[in-house]
């Protein structure tokens, strides 16, 4: 009889940096890669996959430079398989341009390596997966995915594989690692999980025959077996042992990279396996770990803030540039600018929970990544300018220009650093004391200074402001700052901000009524801040026995008018929260600390949406600090934006209280608990969401647009229920031993002290936007958000620009939808083509017709900017390009772009051949 087959798989799980740097875990990369290579030297059919990324070989070959010749033979061969991703994310804690970005990254140095990336997404250790992360792999060529995490509650245990659909219905075929992504690693371990071990070969060949038992289940071939754990080192003695194995057994053993996996899978008949709809964060088998989205919240804000700057503003001015025929040397550094951003986003950096160093790294990297694309944004400036001019001749006042890089007419929002560099020196345009800012017509434009001060970069003196104003697709229009006795201050009490459309009433103790004049909606006392005792670890919250949680009504906020102008009104509210100064597992401290607050409300002419920035100086340790809306109804559910699309979450009931802690030694980490299904926990209805948070009935409801990941839930009290939002975690160690927690058995990691997650003397700083809407209105809370993210480019008017002659330029890209939100615009990494990404955020589909400068032909592609076989270009209608796009479907585009004969030198003013 005909063994059965049993792919055998070896790997490693490689966390780039998590309880050591990534300096030190570099060294142990090395041992493993030369590991690794010694067995492809000794056994030719060897096989070796490198955990579904490209950053280790990278990192590797940056070090050992004079292997890449002997690895470039592997990759070529497919003996070594490294991909498709560049860095394994996070999903809920990055965004879904930066997924797409990864893949494009990791795809392309594997072609670089002479390679092909795998069909398969492996992703086996990854925190929970969102509900469009189907749509994303599909759209990129992906038709098969491979995880371990999240499926507890929605799939039943026992399956391995099924249908996963996303939320515009592209389904993908799941092996999902039931057993865990490491159920062949250390073969016979006389003593798993220490410092020392011996090998036992009869339990080596026993634990792979008891591993393809395990596989064989009902839904059968392809089985699989996983030889490598986190930071494993290849097992010299795994060849040995597949072959005596295959001797002793029913089961033929045989080396596998993903592609022979995701061939099995594409040979099985799928029409009748589960198919399932919606996100992956259930606990079960295996722990979410949804603490992270709130532990380090720095790092989520930051990280929102680059994507922000890289997808919204930097990338699209790249490529609107380039359709004007200035193509920039610039792409480079847009690639070293990811390049930074995505070695922030594995799922032990960007969660939070690695060893201080680390994440100290992470915001050096962050911070190389903005200061990159911002430097774009200045030079596609200095592009724009030269191409439609910048003041008229003769006048003196500081400008900017502004640009609407979403393909329809818009009411935009911008936060402007004006840095007055001076007309013929440094420094000789000082801001003036009071000012307007008007338009190219002398229309004064609503805004509001919020601070002012001298520039640490240059030797002169700069002012930030934050306006809002109705801007044509695609079209550079100018501003100016005219100087003017006093403030042109909007009225207001102090009290009250109000418009045509809201009014928010604000109360002494912190929170705020909220009235949407179009919907006789009305919320009240929001925004009031609660604070509990968090005895857990970086990976999850923890409750104490016999503490709940304090909400500070009684807390008196100073109000103060802040100089709102022209249509522009802000309050500021300043308080101090009493927060006990430490926790443990036993109890909470009874000295307390003052947490100072600052909160800023801000209210445009013409916009429903209150803008909401607050910010925070932690000053105690071991808590979590949520942000409050009582809601004035009941609900059962809240809906969630996720990346391009969202999610209806079900309100559940708190847990039962917390019992009191176990004070045994409760052992170390093992490994080997991964894939055993956890009976007994208690967990948290938190969810996560980083577009919006939606709580809502039949006549409407309140939407709190976040712009960051973040976690939340419906508390009920019986009276009424109130929406939380997690907006400071403080912690102190990298994971807590077994049974430290209430909510997680198992251990996440070491039990590493971690002081800088207790966020002493950080400042937390965060933005929100709240909005009311009526039932009918429910649907377009998604497109708010997105629009909410899409800020508005900005760039000062230079003293060398030629003299703009008043004409205002035709918008490069337009689209008479707009319902089809403008995801990427972007030169290609080839810098031969535009991409042009559209999201449809609703539930029908949309059309429109899509016109783009100069373009000839609008060709369909993947996200990974690769055309399929067959591709047919979108037909031409109307001047334009006739496009439909499916119910919360994305989908991208390739537009050629003729490469320019001459390139501009700034600096010295002359046009110069490429």
Same mark, same amino acid.
């Given at each position: 009889?005909?063994k ?8 490693t799980h490689?966390d780039?940096?998590?309880y050591?740097t990534?300096?030190?875990?570099r060294v142990?990369l090395?041992d +493993?890669?030369q ?5 492809f030297?000794l056994h030719p059919?060897y096989?070796f996959?490198m955990?579904g990324?490209?950053?280790p ?5 940056e ?8 690895i ?5 061969s497919?003996?070594?398989?490294l991909?498709p991703? *560049?860095?394994l994310p996070?999903? *809920?804690?990055t965004g879904?341009e ?6 494009l ?5 594997v072609?670089q390596l002479g390679g ?6 492996y992703?086996?250790?990854s925190?929970g ?7 994303v ?7 098969q ?7 507890s509650?929605?799939v039943p245990?026992e ?5 996963w659909e ?11 690692l039931?057993?865990g992504?490491a ?5 016979g ?10 090998y036992d070969?009869?339990k080596?060949?026993?634990r792979?025959i008891?591993?393809?038992t395990?596989?064989d ?6 089985r699989?077996l996983?030889?490598?754990?986190d930071h494993m080192?290849?097992?010299p003695?795994?060849?040995?042992a597949?072959?005596?194995a295959t ?7 045989? *080396?596998?990279?993903?592609d022979d996996l995701a061939s ?8 009748d396996w589960?198919r399932?709809?919606?996100?992956f964060?259930?606990t079960?088998c295996?722990?979410i ?6 532990t380090?919240?720095?790092?989520k804000?930051?990280?929102a803030d680059v994507e ?6 930097a990338?699209?001015?790249d490529a609107h540039?380039a359709?004007l025929?200035?193509?920039?040397s610039?792409?480079?550094v ?5 390049? $930074?951003l995505?070695?922030?986003h594995?799922h032990d950096d960007?969660t939070?929970c690695?060893?201080d160093?680390v994440?100290?790294?992470?915001e050096y990297?962050?911070d190389?990544?903005?200061d990159a ?5 200045r030079?596609?400036s200095?592009?724009l300018?030269h191409?439609f001019?910048?003041?008229r001749e003769?006048?003196?006042r *500081?400008?900017?220009?502004l ?6 007419r ?10 007055f ?5 440094w420094?000789?345009a000082?801001p003036?004391e009071?000012?307007?800012v008007v338009?190219e017509a002398?229309?004064e434009?609503?805004?509001v200074e919020?601070r002012?001060?001298r520039s640490?970069?240059?030797? $002169?003196?700069?002012a930030?402001?934050?306006? %809002? ?6 079209a550079?229009?100018r501003?100016?700052m005219?100087?003017r006795?006093v403030w042109p201050l909007t009225? %207001?009490?102090?009290?009250?901000l109000?418009?045509?459309l809201? /009014? ?7 929170s705020?009524?909220v009235t949407?004049?179009v ?5 009240? $006392? ?5 604070d509990?005792?968090?005895?857990g670890d970086?990976?999850d919250? !923890?409750d104490?026995?016999?503490d709940t ?6 807390i008196h906020f100073?109000r ?5 102008c022209?249509?522009c009104?802000? %309050?500021?509210l300043?308080?101090t929260l009493p927060?006990p100064?430490d926790?443990?597992?036993?109890g909470?401290?009874g ?14 002419r013409?916009?429903r ?13 071991s808590?979590?600090l949520r942000?409050n809306?009582? +809601?004035?109804?009941?609900t059962? $559910? ?5 990346k391009?699309?969202?999610? /209806?979450?079900?309100? /559940?009931p708190?847990?039962?209280?917390a ?6 030694d ?9 894939g055993q299904?956890?009976?007994?926990? /208690?967990v948290h209805p938190e969810?996560?969401a980083d577009?919006?948070?939606a709580?809502e ?5 309140a939407a709190?647009?976040i712009?960051?990941?973040v ?5 009920d009290?019986?009276e !009424? ?7 400071l975690r !403080?912690i102190?160690l990298l994971?807590?031993?077994r049974?430290?927690?209430n ?7 070491p039990d ?11 400042q937390?700083?965060?933005?929100f936007g709240l909005? +009311?809407?009526?039932s009918?209105e ?5 497109r708010a958000?997105?629009?909410d993210?899409a800020?508005?480019f900005h760039?000062?008017i230079?003293p060398?620009?030629?003299?703009w002659?008043?004409q ?6 337009q689209?008479n939808?707009d319902?089809?939100m403008l !995801?990427?615009?972007k030169?290609s990494?080839?810098?031969k083509h535009?991409?042009v990404?559209?999201?449809n955020?609703t539930?029908c589909a949309?059309?429109?017709i899509l016109k783009i ?5 609008l060709?369909?592609?993947l996200h ?5 076989e067959?591709?047919a270009?979108?037909?031409?209608a109307?001047g334009?390009f006739a496009?439909e ?14 490469k320019?004969e001459?390139r501009?030198?700034y600096e ?5 051949p490429?």
């Amino acid at each position: 009889m005909d063994k059965k087959p049993v792919l055998v798989m070896p790997t490693t799980h490689w966390d780039r940096a998590w309880y050591w740097t990534f300096q030190r875990f570099r060294v142990r990369l090395i041992d +493993l890669i030369q590991a690794m290579l010694t067995q492809f030297r000794l056994h030719p059919d060897y096989r070796f996959v490198m955990d579904g990324q490209t950053v280790p070989l990278e990192d590797y070959l940056e070090a050992c430079p004079e292997d890449r010749k002997e690895i470039e033979q592997l990759v070529k061969s497919g003996r070594l398989q490294l991909g498709p991703m *560049y860095t394994l994310p996070d999903h *809920y804690c990055t965004g879904g341009e930066s997924l797409i970005r990864n893949l494009l990254t990791g795809s392309e140095l594997v072609r670089q390596l002479g390679g092909t990336p795998p069909r398969m997404l492996y992703l086996p250790d990854s925190f929970g997966f969102p509900a469009d992360l189907p749509t994303v792999a599909a759209g990129a060529g992906f038709q098969q995915i491979s995880f371990m995490r999240g499926t507890s509650g929605c799939v039943p245990h026992e399956l391995r594989m099924f249908i996963w659909e996303g939320s515009d219905g592209s389904p993908v075929q799941v092996f999902r690692l039931r057993d865990g992504y490491a159920n062949a690693a250390h073969l016979g371990s006389a003593l798993p999980g220490r410092i020392q071990w011996a090998y036992d070969h009869e339990k080596a060949v026993e634990r792979l025959i008891a591993a393809a038992t395990q596989q064989d289940d009902a839904q059968g071939s392809p089985r699989l077996l996983l030889a490598g754990v986190d930071h494993m080192i290849p097992q010299p003695q795994l060849d040995q042992a597949m072959k005596d194995a295959t001797a002793r057994s029913g089961f033929n053993f045989t *080396y596998a990279v993903l592609d022979d996996l995701a061939s099995g899978v594409e040979k099985k008949e799928s029409g009748d396996w589960l198919r399932y709809r919606g996100e992956f964060r259930g606990t079960g088998c295996s722990h979410i770990l949804g603490g992270t989205v709130s532990t380090r919240i720095h790092l989520k804000q930051t990280n929102a803030d680059v994507e922000r700057l890289l997808t919204h503003v930097a990338e699209p001015a790249d490529a609107h540039c380039a359709l004007l025929g200035r193509l920039d040397s610039t792409g480079s550094v847009l690639r070293t600018a990811w390049k $930074h951003l995505l070695k922030t986003h594995p799922h032990d950096d960007i969660t939070g929970c690695s060893v201080d160093k680390v994440h100290e790294d992470d915001e050096y990297q962050m911070d190389e990544a903005f200061d990159a694309a911002d430097a774009v944004r200045r030079r596609m400036s200095d592009v724009l300018q030269h191409r439609f001019g910048g003041r008229r001749e003769g006048d003196r006042r *500081y400008g900017f220009i502004l640009v609407n890089q979403q393909p329809f007419r818009r009411l935009c929002q911008a936060r402007i650093t004006m840095d007055f560099e001076g007309f013929e020196k440094w420094g000789d345009a000082p801001p003036p004391e009071f000012y307007a800012v008007v338009d190219e017509a002398g229309r004064e434009i609503p805004f509001v200074e919020l601070r002012r001060g001298r520039s640490i970069e240059h030797p $002169h003196r700069f002012a930030e402001i934050e306006l %809002m104003t109705e801007l044509d697709p695609f079209a550079p229009i100018r501003f100016f700052m005219e100087p003017r006795e006093v403030w042109p201050l909007t009225a %207001m009490t102090p009290d009250m901000l109000e418009n045509d459309l809201v /009014r928010i009433d604000v109360h002494g103790n912190g929170s705020f009524d909220v009235t949407d004049k179009v919907t006789g909606q009305v919320l009240r $006392h929001a925004g009031l801040f609660s604070d509990q005792g968090d005895c857990g670890d970086s990976y999850d919250f !923890s409750d104490i026995a016999d503490d709940t949680e304090r909400i500070f009504d009684g807390i008196h906020f100073e109000r103060k008018i802040l100089p709102g102008c022209s249509g522009c009104q802000c %309050m500021e509210l300043r308080g101090t929260l009493p927060v006990p100064e430490d926790s443990d597992r036993y109890g909470r401290s009874g000295k307390t600390v003052d947490l100072p607050v600052t909160i800023r409300l801000t209210l445009f002419r013409g916009d429903r949406e209150l803008r909401i920035n607050m910010i925070m100086l932690n000053t105690a340790k071991s808590h979590r600090l949520r942000w409050n809306l009582e +809601l004035p109804f009941r609900t059962d $559910h809240t809906r969630a934006g996720q990346k391009f699309c969202e999610v /209806r979450h079900e309100v /559940r009931p708190q847990p039962p209280p917390a019992a009191a802690c176990s004070t045994q030694d409760n052992g170390a980490f093992n490994a080997a608990e991964m894939g055993q299904e956890l009976k007994e926990f /208690r967990v948290h209805p938190e969810f996560t969401a980083d577009q919006f948070i939606a709580a809502e009935n039949a006549q409407g409801g309140a939407a709190l647009l976040i712009g960051l990941p973040v976690n939340y839930e419906v508390v009920d009290n019986g009276e !009424s229920q109130r929406l939380a939002v997690c907006v400071l975690r !403080s912690i102190g160690l990298l994971s807590r031993r077994r049974n430290e927690m209430n909510t997680r058995p198992t251990m996440a990691g070491p039990d590493t002290p971690v002081p800088g997650a207790q966020l002493i003397g950080r400042q937390i700083n965060l933005s929100f936007g709240l909005r +009311l809407f009526a039932s009918a209105e429910s649907g377009g809370v998604l497109r708010a958000a997105f629009l909410d993210r899409a800020i508005a480019f900005h760039g000062q008017i230079s003293p060398r620009a030629p003299a703009w002659d008043g004409q205002t330029a035709a918008p490069a890209v337009q689209c008479n939808n707009d319902a089809l939100m403008l !995801s990427a615009l972007k030169v290609s990494h080839d810098r031969k083509h535009i991409v042009v990404r559209l999201l449809n955020p609703t539930d029908c589909a949309q059309t429109g017709i899509l016109k783009i400068a100069g373009a000839r032909q609008l060709v369909p592609c993947l996200h990974t900017e690769r055309i399929e076989e067959g591709a047919a270009p979108v037909k031409r209608a109307r001047g334009g390009f006739a496009i439909e796009v499916p119910p919360m479907g994305l989908n991208s585009y390739l537009v050629r772009i003729k490469k320019p004969e001459y390139r501009y030198d700034y600096e010295y003013g002359l046009t110069l051949p490429v």
